[in-house]
């Protein structure tokens, strides 16, 4: 049985930067336990990555505050899950917009096939959301998981709804 784990934008600009929310930095821990949990070979992560031109971007036009600027600090995996990241190997994709673009290149890089896929990161009523239906539809025989315990937002009345919405996409939310 194949099981992965997929680390969603934990960037510094998403705990303690332009976007960054009080309990963000909460996660740190519990995230980079789990990370060693599934260890070599089954962790994969996303970095929200965007260009200086980002305020002119459809995103941008509707998020206007720059943040997770390629290779700047606030673009970095934060703290101690970038650590754990990095003592698993973990796989990193870049993505421009909310939900990974599972190209060909990408898919070279992933399992075939999984069993069973877990998400956590930031921000569950955005990229988390996004990123659960992009894999869903990548493979639709596996089991997706958010672990709620592991997953915020800015706005708990979204985080709410957003996992009632996994739920309703048959996504399978423990520790709500």
């Not at 336990?33 to 002119?56: A, P, W």
């Not at 190209?103 to 990161?121: H, M, N, Q, R, W």
Request: hydrophobic share 40%.
């Amino acid at each position: 049985m194949k099981k992965i784990l997929i680390v969603i934008d934990f960037q510094n600009d998403f705990v303690t930067g332009s976007l960054g929310f009080s309990g963000a930095e909460l996660l740190d821990q519990p995230i980079a336990e789990k990370i060693r949990q599934y260890g070599k070979g089954n962790v994969f992560y996303t970095l929200d990555t965007h260009e200086e031109t980002y305020l002119n971007t459809r995103e941008g036009k509707n998020l206007p505050v720059v943040h997770c600027i390629k290779n700047t600090h606030g673009w970095e995996v934060f703290g101690e899950t970038g650590r754990a990241l990095k003592d698993v190997e973990a796989v990193g994709f870049c993505k421009n917009s909310f939900g990974l673009d599972i190209s060909d290149e990408v898919f070279k890089k992933l399992p075939k096939e999984a069993d069973e896929i877990e998400l956590v990161g930031l921000v569950s009523n955005i990229c988390v959301l996004s990123n659960a239906v992009v894999f869903q539809t990548k493979y639709p025989n596996a089991g997706i998981t958010v672990d709620a315990s592991l997953t915020k937002s800015a706005d708990p009345k979204l985080h709410e709804a957003a996992l009632d919405v996994l739920q309703g996409l048959q996504v399978n939310v423990i520790n709500k």
